[in-house]
């Protein structure tokens, strides 16, 4: 069955940096569209970036663009967001997806704060 599994969150001041992983199992991720969404505290889910199956293509929130970055290794099914220049605003648990399916992962919670 589909997995994902989400991992690299953690505790970071305004300014850091993080690099998320996610690895997934039970398809073919190399034809898999994979995105990455948050959800913050009261608010609704938001899609943060996506990336085509091979890579080629990426797109970006505007929230985040020009600060994170999404990138796959499909030799290790696994997709990444790095998140750079991290705001207070930026915290929130974050999900990968895959958008062909509706399932989601347990999430990883990223803090940022002083």
């Known amino acids: 069955q589909v997995q994902l599994v989400e991992s690299g969150g953690g505790l970071v001041q305004p300014g850091g940096s993080l690099r998320l992983s996610c690895l997934a199992s039970?398809?073919?991720?190399?034809?898999?569209?994979m995105r990455w969404y948050r959800q913050a505290p009261g608010k609704e889910r938001e899609l943060v970036a996506a990336?085509?199956?091979?890579?080629?293509?990426?797109t970006y929130s505007d929230s985040v663009r020009g600060r994170f970055t999404i990138s796959r290794d499909n030799a290790k099914n696994t997709v990444n967001l790095q998140m750079n220049s991290l705001k207070p605003e930026d915290t929130a648990v974050y999900y990968c997806?895959?958008?062909?399916?509706?399932?989601w992962g347990q999430g990883t919670q990223v803090t940022v704060s002083s």
């Open positions: 997806k895959w958008v062909a399916r509706d399932y």
């Open positions: 039970g398809f073919t991720f190399s034809t898999a569209v």
């Open positions: 990336i085509s199956t091979t890579g080629a293509t990426t």
